[in-house]
């Protein structure tokens, strides 16, 4: 089982943005930026996107695009990012990473500090707009 799955059944904490059926958005603990989320399906741990089955596939996206407006919505930035890389965790994810910059999806840069409480509040604020969708 995947540190993701872990995740996604709560067995492991996380700041949670977002949950349907099938999938599940948190906040990345080693953000780009504030905000900086991960979007993975709960019940499929390949850790190539393109492995996914078609309909889960697309599925996924939709899913994403709608965290990625309540991100918007809820941390300034000029753009939501999306990088999908899969080195780390062998689980599909996607990465939606606010803007101001192309600069600021480069994930080789030194990394904001944010605390716990701060994430907090930015999941609970991304909840909250994401709720409203």
Request: charged letters at 25%; aromatic letters at 10%.
């Amino acid at each position: 089982m995947t540190i993701f799955t872990k995740i996604a059944k709560g067995e492991i904490p996380s700041y949670k943005v977002a949950e349907d059926d099938q999938f599940y958005a948190f906040l990345d603990i080693s953000p780009l930026a504030a905000g900086h989320t991960l979007v993975i399906p709960k019940n499929v741990e390949d850790d190539y996107i393109f492995n996914l089955d078609p309909e889960l596939y697309q599925d996924l996206w939709a899913f994403a695009r709608k965290v990625a407006k309540a991100l918007k919505a809820a941390v300034p930035c000029k753009r939501i990012g999306v990088a999908v890389l899969g080195m780390e965790v062998p689980h599909t994810h996607i990465h939606l990473v606010p803007l101001q910059t192309e600069g600021d999806l480069d994930f080789r840069k030194k990394r904001p500090e944010i605390t716990s409480d701060q994430m907090a509040a930015i999941a609970a604020s991304i909840l909250a707009e994401y709720e409203k969708l």
